[in-house]
């Protein structure tokens, strides 16, 4: 990964131009220096989304702020993988790793419990972590899913068939 370089400092450049016009006896050079600082706001280089100042050589490159990036990266990324899973099975998406990370997330944010009766792992164990839906299916949030025991379980899926 590339360092980011700082662009220089623009208020040091802008309190040395004011210095310079204060020092400066002379009309013609003053008003050269204040036509110089009056330009100054288009002289910073901003995020064409935002409109934020842009801070690194990166940054001024591609016209986005870093968080500007982030995101666009992040949606690009999302819609390619929102493709994907769209043109799989449910099973090929369990065995996915995006799945396996996110299973595994869900039961660490649980400490390993059940979400209905609160026993652990070693108390009942093998935790499964359910779909309660699969439309968000490749971009689960926390409420779309639960973490279950096998009891848990076969007495949640079948209240869920016998509605």
Do not use: F
Request: some cysteine; glycine content about 2%; proline content about 3%.
């Amino acid at each position: 990964m590339s360092t980011l370089k700082r662009i220089p400092n623009k208020a040091k450049w802008l309190a040395d131009l004011i210095k310079q016009a204060q020092e400066w006896k002379d009309d013609n050079e003053a008003y050269a220096i204040l036509a110089q600082l009056a330009a100054y706001p288009y002289l910073i280089p901003r995020c064409v989304t935002c409109d934020t100042l842009l801070q690194y050589e990166s940054e001024v490159e591609r016209s986005l702020c870093n968080l500007c990036e982030s995101v666009r990266y992040h949606a690009q990324r999302k819609t390619e993988w929102l493709a994907k899973v769209a043109a799989m099975t449910y099973t090929e998406y369990c065995r996915s790793d995006h799945w396996n990370n996110y299973r595994i997330a869900t039961l660490n944010r649980t400490d390993y419990r059940c979400d209905v009766c609160r026993l652990s792992t070693p108390e009942v164990g093998t935790l499964q972590v359910y779909h309660h839906t699969k439309a968000n299916l490749g971009c689960e949030i926390p409420a779309d899913v639960i973490v279950l025991c096998s009891k848990c379980r076969a007495e949640y899926t079948g209240a869920i068939v016998n509605e």
